[in-house]
């Protein structure tokens, strides 16, 4: 085989048989893969990527949620390469530091939710979200509660993968053979009124609902066995973008404040402008303790992440610090200078670009878009808010009733989607958009055509295959 200089055969193919042969994938039916081989994705372009064809796709994922300033940003690669040659490692332990990590903590914290005045880096979402589980320990050990240790989650929500992450995350399939959750973790409904209201039951009722099994399941655990609550302002990839119905937060904070519990705010897929406000939380309300974020903090270029915590917080971290000799957490990569000097030009780019002000431009004719694909026959349901969104398929629109789980209709139209030139995501009957957020309304329209496409073509299946 004539290979090229990285392995790359000449004519720009790959050797499907050597993914197959080596690579463990993520998320992927192992079995399948064998048969099936890799889709190989070679190069990107602003909002497009490009398999090994040449085909081209418009990613409206952004990949993972997370390449928020598309495949091509120059300066991205420039602020790597000059950190790289100017001190391409050093670590923050022990009163250490280096200019990129100052200037990143800084630049952070200022845009964060008021009282977020401090941050921890690591290197994924699971990690932020593991040190934040370690946090809510920490701050109660320090202050002398050692049974205020549980935290509650939400079935539904998605916060990692690692052990603790791993246990908040609230999707049984994650948990099943790996042995979690652990102990300590606690799942609450996950307040999806599309899924969960009984017939006739308006938002606000749902809402005032989920709040009373909230307050019960406070009350069952025992509110001073509970440290932290942590949800997505608007969960994604576990539920399928499930927005808060009215109230919801505001209710469950006023319970989290009665009982002394903190409230962790994921926002790795919702920070930076995702949603049109530099937060997710700036929709609801929510004044977080601890908020994680990842993914966009770099547009996904390097990989870091960061756990933010209010002063009372770090205050109690430098009290239990003092009397112990040291904050003894911490991982090699934390505050990467290289991932630290990306993550520092891409809060640059936000800002000098008005990427929030962009979203919120653009967000009438996404949410014109999304909502138009209700009249299809196989959409129960569409949600949607900023540049994240999410069609719900159906069998039975009126009943809000889904296709069997394994008719497979969601990787169908998965699959449609990219012959048709988009990348879309199916969790499970629903279908997740969440394009980079530098798109022009010609490109969400690109999107939705596609998708609408995908949707027919489904449509098509369905009746041939007599699931409907
Ligand atoms: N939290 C949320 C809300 C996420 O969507 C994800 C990843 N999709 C994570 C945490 C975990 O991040 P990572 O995959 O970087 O560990």
Not at 21 to 36: C, F, Q, V, W
Not at 192 to 218: C, D, P
Request: net charge negative.
């Amino acid at each position: 085989m004539d290979l090229g200089p990285q392995g790359a055969v000449k004519d720009g193919a790959i050797d499907p048989a050597k993914d197959v042969a080596h690579l463990i994938h993520p998320y992927t039916n192992l079995d399948a893969h064998a048969s099936r081989g890799p889709v190989v994705i070679e190069r990107g372009e602003g909002a497009y990527v490009f398999d090994s064809n040449g085909k081209r796709y418009l990613e409206g994922m952004s990949a993972l949620w997370c390449a928020s300033l598309g495949f091509s940003e120059r300066r991205l690669v420039d602020a790597a390469t000059r950190q790289l040659a100017t001190l391409p490692y050093y670590h923050v332990f022990n009163h250490r530091s280096h200019p990129a990590a100052i200037q990143l903590a800084s630049r952070l914290t200022a845009i964060a939710p008021e009282g977020l005045n401090h941050v921890l880096f690591a290197n994924s979402g699971s990690e932020a979200n593991d040190t934040a589980i370690k946090l809510a320990w920490y701050y109660n050990n320090a202050l002398g509660r050692p049974k205020k240790k549980k935290i509650i989650s939400r079935w539904g929500a998605y916060h990692g993968v690692t052990i603790g992450a791993g246990s908040l995350t609230g999707v049984p399939a994650m948990h099943a053979d790996f042995d979690l959750p652990i102990a300590n973790v606690v799942h609450a409904e996950m307040p999806s009124w599309y899924h969960g209201a009984r017939k006739g039951e308006s938002r606000e009722a749902f809402a005032a609902r989920m709040l009373s099994s909230f307050e019960a399941l406070v009350e069952r655990e025992g509110p001073e066995t509970i440290a932290a609550f942590i949800a997505e302002p608007v969960n994604g990839s576990g539920g399928g973008v499930i927005l808060p119905p009215p109230g919801y937060f505001e209710g469950i904070q006023r319970l989290l404040r009665k009982h002394d519990i903190l409230l962790i705010a994921d926002e790795v897929i919702t920070g930076f402008g995702r949603t049109g406000r530099m937060w997710g939380c700036d929709h609801f309300g929510i004044r977080p303790d601890m908020m994680t974020v990842a993914k966009a903090l770099s547009s996904a270029y390097m990989p870091i992440s960061g756990t933010l915590v209010s002063d009372a917080i770090h205050d109690a971290m430098k009290a239990e610090s003092r009397k112990i000799g040291a904050f003894a957490h911490g991982v090699t990569y934390s505050a990467h200078p290289v991932c630290a000097a990306v993550a520092n030009e891409t809060l640059k780019i936000y800002e000098e670009r008005d990427i929030v002000g962009h979203v919120a431009r653009m967000s009438p004719r996404f949410a014109e878009r999304l909502a138009a694909l209700r009249e299809h026959p196989l959409v129960g349901e569409t949600r949607g808010i900023g540049l994240l969104g999410a069609v719900e398929i159906a069998r039975d629109k009126a009943e809000r009733k889904p296709f069997d789980a394994a008719s497979g209709v969601g990787p169908y139209i998965q699959a449609r989607a990219m012959e048709h030139g988009v990348i879309v995501r199916a969790i499970r009957d629903c279908v997740a958009v969440c394009p980079p957020l530098i798109v022009d309304e010609a490109q969400i329209d690109e999107l939705f055509d596609g998708l609408r496409s995908a949707l027919d073509d489904a449509r098509e299946w369905v009746l041939e295959k007599g699931l409907a």
